[in-house]
């Protein structure tokens, strides 16, 4: 009788011992050298092909990784060079020398050449790709390493554009592409960045694998996954379990849970990425937003600190201007105090002591947050408006197509410089200009063609000014966009390239103790 | 009996065209198909296009017949974003839905099956009525509701579960509960009367008369035919799941179909809208039909009765 | 059986076990209460309400409910990430979803219930053409086809009432049509035809008074189904839109919170939810029963 009964006992015991291990999530047996990332957008395959940047920040997460361009900013550098080596201006300012390193290669082997950046320059269709075209008059190839671009005009941002505000600077392999065809490249991207692309499945992850014949150094994590978790708490529940390393864009109340939960780590960056409202009636003289003091009423009524602490942790910087404090040429305006009795009494005076209905705010739904706190705030100064988030495509189509009207959550994070956002936001012609002022108008079109360094700064920073004076928007913050980083990391890249979001650059991405 | 499948077949047919427009006639209902039909993000001159590529400017009935001929090719079009075919990204989501819906079945058959069994032997005994209670708030409380609450027991207090997402059995527990928990009352109603009929029966009766043991009738005679109908309402109820799981996969980030369809609502990624909900119909349909036909397999009358 | 008559049969099963649940064929007492206190708070929100529901105050956010330990009276069930006042916000929330509700099931009602008229009594090719449609419709998830109309129309109040009214409207034609078949055969019926009264007339007069009891009973087991629908629409964010405080709403702001502990942001207006939907079934099942003890298919 007893010895039949050890045997049951015995099994039970073994199956209680293998159980854990049966039941084990999968991905915390993470083989070495791999770490996962767990995004919060869907990666589309658009972002694999740097001819399409949108002129967003959010494929550089993949940039960085697949490929490499003439020269991007770096840690420490706004402009460092990559792909070339060194770069020279003639003394007209209108023909730009590059010189390519030696021995770069593309995850296929092939070398990188004077005629893939050629190629790369005159196939990209992206952001500003217009601005490219209309003041580049040829490029010329004299040899494999060299690369002339001769412009039409002097242009004093080419660089800028080139290498950063524009996708065009990065290196795509031309035999390759026209092998297979732009959609083709999609399906199997190859570049000459730290990493080579092994798989993708879309709306599920990416997986990358170290390329190292990488000119800067070989990276030293094997294998990097991206997995597309757009929820937030399910972000947050993935890292907490260890089931990824790094989990992007946590905010708000998930953002004091991750503080609190041992072993994880909250890094904020904050990003080149200002978030403004943008009073797009103001033009309108039957809008009450033509009047100035109804605008300045609105800036007034917002607690940024607020907004700030409940959705950042307090880490974002609160801004009084919409270019971002880390660019080139920026001057810094006072920022606005949370005056509730002030924006009532503005308001009042300009002939609303009861408010007025102030129709739908637009904004990304990705921020949508902001949005939320910052009607809720207007609201309470008698502005009503209506919350309308859309999704981003959406957003920032009827953006540009002049589609929306009352007030807009306007954001960029894209590269470049104070001259590149005035164009974009302010001036007359701009992208998302709803409306222009003569005066700012004739002092950019000054700079636009102005040689001297030193004036241009002077009048870029009149324009800045003008832009504060008349209250054109309500800036809230730049943006600290905020991540969570598991035990697991040595060095996860975040924050090592100014203004950057995502981990870069990631040949320097650790895993801890290696 | 042919008759019967020729029938049902027509039907069935007749259903998935009337399937086809509805979703049709929606689309072009409600002003601007255009619209829909192209990215977020499109200008009027995409728009014009678009217009011209799908031929918005022909007869309705010519539209339709190019929308049925896409369909029957297996073209349901192309997701804005992600740029694949639609019908691609739905067969690669679909695996997980499954799962899903497999594993609440199994679950709703593990508890519904057995206690409706004991509840109809044992009739308004204590069993009896906790099974009622548990039938009760299965049918009433919102699916997604019941997986809110999961969460909040057995990941935040307890810790025991992860809240969200896939990757292993720890992940799939909660949301099958919750998606299951309505069926497993279903079931569990249907075993109870179904078994109740059964051991009514003249069958049944003479068993019991020829001096089996009870636990023999009940398993060997009763169960083998009260099931019948349960099974083959769980096997309806599978794909049901699969098109009912929206919430539920959204509230637990389940990578499955319904999700998908989540995602083209919140991306207004129309393809995956329209595709998701047509397939999902289709599927339900061609269920219908083959449980019908299983129907005319097992049960002699059907065969000679129409 | 067919797959079809099995899933009516076990809707059917339904009724019996919701009511043996409660171990009652009287009326119930509690569910009707609590309905009629719903509708009640509703009507009377704003005085109910002590805060604005769709203001909030950043620095009160996240309070737990008076009786916790960071609670205070001032917000008797806590605040949510915008620091508004949850109570405020249920409040309201119940006048949105009766309202919504209610209009929901009764636009379905009137239109299930025409239409079922009409395809029952007339029968003939118009039967047939508005039972292939509702068969197609009814073969369709119904919150499916509500998603994909919401995509469409795009989220709004009324948008949603007419989504719902589309999508449900079936459940109504189906059991109305199958009522007018056996009342077709009544006596007093037949007698009307004979006398001459035109075939409008018989369905005004004859046909609808006694058809009207199912279509009550029919309303009140669907305004649960149909505040469940919404409350999913809302939660998708296809439902009603911001910041009105639709429990659904509540719902998918409150879920964030959840992994914060944040617990009454979902338990709360969830409660809220099955308290609705719980009390119209059993006062539906008890109607049921009681108005027309014939009716068990449905």
């Known amino acids: ?440 108008d004739g002092l950019f079109s000054e700079q636009a063609a102005e040689l001297d360094q030193k004036k241009r700064e002077a009048l870029l920073q009149k324009i800045q000014q003008l832009v504060h004076e008349k209250a054109i928007f309500a800036p809230l913050w730049e943006l600290a966009f905020l991540n969570g980083v598991g035990p697991r990391v040595g060095q996860s890249g975040l924050g090592l390239i100014a203004g950057h979001a995502y981990s870069a650059p990631y040949e320097d991405v650790t895993l801890k103790g290696k | 009996m042919k008759r019967y499948l020729l029938a049902r077949a027509g039907f069935a047919l007749v259903s998935l065209v009337l399937l086809s427009v509805t979703i049709f006639a929606f689309v072009r209902l409600t002003g601007d198909p255009a619209v829909l039909l192209t990215e977020p993000g499109a200008s009027p001159e995409d728009l014009v296009l678009i217009r011209q590529q799908f031929g918005l400017d022909r007869p309705l009935w010519v539209q339709y017949g190019s929308f049925v001929a896409h369909l029957a090719r297996g073209d349901f079009g192309q997701s804005f974003y992600y740029r694949t075919d639609v019908l691609d990204l739905y067969l690669s989501r679909l695996p997980a839905s499954l799962l899903l819906a497999a594993v609440a079945m199994a679950f709703s058959l593990v508890i519904g099956i057995p206690t409706g069994v004991i509840a109809a032997v044992r009739v308004n005994g204590w069993w009896d009525s906790a099974g009622k209670i548990f039938a009760l708030l299965g049918l009433s409380l919102p699916s997604f509701w019941v997986g809110l609450l999961l969460i909040l027991f057995f990941s935040v207090f307890l810790g025991w579960l992860p809240s969200s997402g896939s990757g292993s059995l720890l992940h799939v527990l909660m949301p099958a509960f919750a998606l299951g928990w309505y069926f497993a009352a279903a079931h569990m109603r249907l075993t109870r009367s179904s078994m109740l009929e059964v051991l009514g029966s003249e069958y049944v009766k003479l068993a019991r008369l020829k001096g089996l043991p009870e636990a023999l009738v009940i398993a060997k005679h009763a169960l083998k035919n009260a099931l019948i109908p349960v099974l083959t309402l769980a096997g309806i109820n599978l794909v049901l799941m699969v098109n009912v799981a929206v919430v539920v996969e959204t509230v637990f980030a389940w990578p499955g179909v319904g999700r998908l369809l989540y995602e083209g609502i919140t991306a207004r990624d129309f393809p995956i809208v329209q595709a998701t909900v047509l397939l999902g119909g289709a599927m339900i349909v061609v269920v219908n039909f083959l449980v019908d036909v299983l129907y005319a397999v097992i049960d002699p009358r059907i065969r000679y009765d129409r | 059986m067919t797959g079809r008559a099995l899933a009516s049969r076990a809707a059917g099963l339904t009724v019996a076990w919701r009511l043996a649940a409660f171990r009652t064929g009287g009326f119930p007492l509690l569910p009707t209460l609590i309905l009629v206190t719903l509708a009640l708070v509703a009507i009377f929100a704003d005085a109910l309400a002590p805060w604005d529901p769709e203001l909030g105050s950043l620095g009160d956010r996240f309070l737990p409910p008076a009786w916790q330990a960071r609670g205070s009276l001032e917000h008797l069930l806590g605040t949510d990430h915008l620091g508004r006042d949850v109570f405020s916000r249920l409040v309201f929330g119940a006048r949105v979803s009766l309202v919504v509700g209610f209009t929901a099931v009764i636009v379905a009602g009137v239109l299930g219930t025409a239409l079922g008229i009409l395809s029952g009594y007339l029968g003939g090719w118009v039967d047939q053409v508005i039972m292939r449609v509702t068969d197609t419709w009814l073969a369709l998830p119904a919150l499916t086809f509500a998603i994909f109309l919401a995509a469409i129309v795009g989220p709004s109040e009324s948008n949603i009432v007419i989504i719902l009214a589309a999508v449900y409207w079936t459940r109504y034609a189906r059991v109305i049509r199958g009522e007018v078949l056996s009342l077709k055969e009544r006596d007093f019926v037949r007698l009307a035809i004979v006398a001459g ?55 998918a702001d409150g879920k964030k919170g959840l992994m914060a502990g944040y617990w009454w942001l979902t338990v709360l207006p969830g409660t809220c939810i099955m308290l609705l939907v719980l009390s119209a079934n059993l006062l539906g099942d008890w109607l049921r029963v009681k108005l027309d003890p014939q009716l068990r298919q449905l």
Not at chain 1, 18 to 30: D, F, N, W
Not at chain 1, 252 to 276: D, H, K, M, N, S
Not at chain 1, 411 to 423: C, D, K, L, P, V
């Open chain 1, 1 to 440: 009788m007893r010895h039949r009964g050890l045997l049951p006992v015995l099994l039970v015991l073994l199956s209680a011992a293998l159980l854990p291990a049966a039941l084990a999530p999968r991905a915390s047996a993470a083989p070495e050298g791999q770490l996962t990332w767990a995004v919060h957008v869907s990666l589309a395959p658009t972002w694999f092909d740097p001819a399409e940047a949108p002129g967003i920040i959010t494929p550089y997460m993949i940039y960085y990784a697949l490929h490499d361009a003439l020269a991007k900013p770096m840690p420490g550098q706004a402009m460092a060079p990559g792909l070339a080596e060194s770069w020279s201006v003639s003394k007209d300012g209108r023909v730009y020398e590059f010189v390519l390193r030696n021995g770069i290669k593309f995850h296929n082997g092939e070398p990188v050449t004077a005629e893939d950046v050629k190629f790369s320059l005159e196939r990209y269709k992206g952001a500003a790709s217009k601005t490219l075209k209309e003041r580049v008059a040829g490029v010329d190839t004299p040899d494999a390493r060299r690369v002339r671009v001769r412009l039409k005009q002097p242009w004093p941002d080419f660089l800028t554009f080139y290498t950063s505000a524009t996708g065009a600077g990065w290196i795509v392999p031309k035999k390759y592409v026209e092998k297979v065809g732009d959609e083709g490249f999609k399906k199997a991207p190859i570049g000459a960045g730290p990493y080579r692309f092994v798989s993708f499945k879309p709306g599920v992850e990416l997986v990358l694998e170290a390329f190292e014949g990488y000119w800067r150094r070989a990276p030293q994590v094997k294998r990097l996954v991206f997995r597309v978790i757009p929820d937030e708490a399910t972000r947050l529940a993935a890292l907490k379990r260890g089931e990824v390393d790094v989990a992007y864009s946590i905010r708000g109340e998930l953002a004091e849970e991750l503080q609190r939960t041992p072993g994880l780590t909250l890094v904020p960056a904050v990003i080149q990425a200002p978030f403004w409202m943008y009073f797009a009636d103001q033009w309108d003289p039957k809008s009450p937003w033509h009047d100035r003091r109804v605008r300045l009423a609105a800036n007034y009524a917002l607690d940024r600190k607020a907004i700030n602490q409940a959705l950042t942790l307090g880490h974002s910087k609160l801004t009084g201007s919409i270019i971002p404090s880390t660019f080139q040429f920026y001057w810094q305006p006072p920022t606005y105090a949370y005056d509730p009795p002030r924006a009532k009494k503005l308001l009042a005076e300009a002939g609303y002591p009861n408010g007025f209905d102030a129709g739908e705010y637009f904004s990304d739904t990705a921020y949508a947050n902001l949005g939320e706190a910052a009607v809720d705030y207007l609201r309470k100064a008698g502005i009503r408006a209506q919350l309308r988030p859309l999704e981003r495509a959406a957003f920032f189509s009827g953006f540009k197509e002049k589609k929306f009207k009352n007030l807009i959550q306007g954001a960029s994070g894209a590269f470049g410089n104070a001259a590149t956002r005035i164009e974009a936001f302010v001036a007359s012609g701009g992208t998302y200009v709803y409306g222009a002022y003569p005066d700012i």
């Open chain 3, 197 to 251: 009264c035109s075939k409008r007339a018989i369905m005004r007069r004859h046909i609808l008074p006694n058809v009207l009891n199912s279509a009550i009973v029919l309303g009140t087991l669907m305004l649960g189904v149909v505040v469940v629908a919404e409350a999913s629409l809302s939660f998708l964010g296809v439902g009603v839109p911001p910041p009105k405080p639709a429990w659904g709403l509540m719902l």
